[in-house]
């Protein structure tokens, strides 16, 4: 079986938790936990037909990307970028991390998750940003942690890049 390390990268307080907790364990909690430092948890999943062991290093949330934190992201073989839609400046934040650990760590696959879909109504995220960033070529899932929309596809669909890239 392969390991692969996948990291969850995004500002402070966009879900990255309780997306991976929806995704390995299929729960939701309503109650806020702080991620400090970083969480490992551990998930296989079959992508292109090979199982696949992503090991989730789930980071705390920065809203200034410190050096110390680039030093997680090394010997990743993909990442997870999160946004809350409700909040716009979190995925500017997503926009500005993706560019740093592009400088760092090369041509690493990745997905945006724009979380919160369950709330749609509430977003402020810019969609001509959303539309920009498809056309360069960015993947990206509307994704609710809440209700579970489009978690499995996400991490299944990064999973998949990494194995065209092996």
Not at 29 to 36: A, G, I, M, N, P
């Amino acid at each position: 079986m392969i390991q692969k390390k996948v990291c969850m990268i995004g500002a402070f307080a966009v879900g990255k938790t309780s997306l991976v907790s929806r995704f390995v364990k299929s729960i939701f909690s309503e109650k806020y936990l702080t991620t400090v430092g970083v969480k490992i948890d551990k998930k296989i999943i079959t992508a292109h037909g090979r199982q696949v062991s992503l090991m989730l290093w789930d980071l705390a949330g920065e809203d200034e990307f410190m050096q110390v934190r680039m030093s997680y992201v090394r010997g990743s073989s993909g990442y997870l970028l999160v946004a809350d839609g409700t909040r716009a400046a979190t995925l500017d934040t997503a926009i500005e991390l993706q560019r740093r650990v592009e400088n760092e760590a090369d041509d690493l696959p990745f997905v945006l998750l724009i979380n919160k879909a369950d709330i749609a109504d509430e977003w402020e995220t810019d969609e001509r940003k959303i539309e920009s960033l498809v056309r360069r070529g960015w993947m990206i899932f509307r994704t609710s942690a809440k209700t579970g929309a489009n978690v499995e596809e996400a991490f299944l669909a990064l999973g998949e890049l990494i194995i065209d890239q092996s």
